[in-house]
């Protein structure tokens, strides 16, 4: 199988600095305008601050099928939110109508034929992976965090990396 889709797989993540891993939020608004053009599907999320604990408990009634959000929403939803310990978003167009979204495109492992175009996921509140198919997006967080360039082969063995 080859890469018809780049996908750009960057990690940020807290080190020996100290310097604080960002929140959720400023995340989200560091990758750009490009973000507006997205609905958010939000799975496994555990976080902590005001209205986390709202957010949480919605996103687990969800499910499997996940919790949508809309990229003001989400705004919304994760402004207080201080630490992110587990999550998994995914951003498609909002041209896409949700309700023609499979079940196999609705997780972040699917992202190379899923037709969601970012993910993000937290990992154990000390860790943020960003995959994106737009290199725009993942340069807007270049210029403003230490990020690590990350082996699309080490979270999708199947992909041929692209030169």
């Keep these: 199988m080859t890469n018809q889709n780049p996908i750009t797989i960057v990690s940020i993540a807290t080190d020996q600095s100290g ?13 750009g305008s490009g973000v507006n053009q997205f609905n958010w599907l939000l799975h496994r999320l555990d ?15 969800a499910g499997d ?3 949508w959000l809309s990229t ?7 402004a207080g939110i201080t630490q992110t310990i587990e999550g998994e978003l995914l951003g498609f167009p909002n041209s896409i ?5 499979g079940y196999d ?15 993000i996921v937290a990992i154990d509140g000390m860790e943020f992976d960003i995959l994106s198919k737009d290199n725009r997006l993942i340069s807007n967080l270049r210029n ?3 990020v ?16």
């Design 144 to 146: 403003k965090w230490h």
């Design 19 to 31: 310097q604080p891993l960002p929140d959720l939020n400023s995340i989200v608004s560091t990758l």
């Design 148 to 163: 690590t360039d990350q082996s699309i082969t080490d979270y999708f063995p199947a992909l041929t990396p692209v030169s």
């Design 105 to 119: 495109e609705r997780f972040w492992l699917r992202l190379p034929t899923s037709r969601a175009q970012l993910a």
């Design 97 to 101: 109508d949700r309700s023609s979204i």
């Design 65 to 67: 099928d996940g919790l």
């Design 47 to 61: 976080a902590l601050g005001p209205n986390a604990e709202s957010l949480c408990g919605r996103v687990e009634l």
């Design 72 to 78: 003001e929403q989400l705004f919304e939803e994760t």
